[in-house]
């Protein structure tokens, strides 16, 4: 008994299909990590006590508690940084000489 041209081509479709890769799943856009967030929304009238004040990391963590954000960053001179706004961060800008020139939150 011979197998019909049509039997046997799909026959090696099915066959080949085996072979193939699985479809890659489709990117979906990121997810904002909710514990990014969490813990308040920064105050920055509440930093602004160290406009003119040298900062170290000990005032920094200081201001950040008294602001009620939950992270602080320190923005150097010539560093690069993210333009990211988060509004549970307060940034800290300071000149060449560690001295806070801006405080502000995002």
Excluded: W
């Excluded at 509004?87 to 939150?105: F, H, K, N, P, Y």
């Amino acid at each position: 008994m011979r197998a019909a041209p049509a039997t046997l081509a799909l026959a090696g479709i099915v066959a080949l299909s085996g072979c193939m890769s699985p479809r890659p799943a489709p990117m979906l856009p990121p997810v904002a990590d909710p514990s990014l967030e969490a813990g308040g929304t920064c105050n920055d009238a509440a930093g602004r006590f160290l406009l003119g004040k040298t900062i170290d990391e000990r005032i920094a963590d200081y201001a950040r508690e008294r602001s009620g954000a939950r992270l602080v960053r320190v923005l150097r001179p010539g560093v690069p940084h993210d333009d990211e706004q988060r509004a549970s961060r307060l940034s800290i800008e300071v000149d060449a000489q560690g001295m806070a020139v801006a405080v502000r939150c995002g």
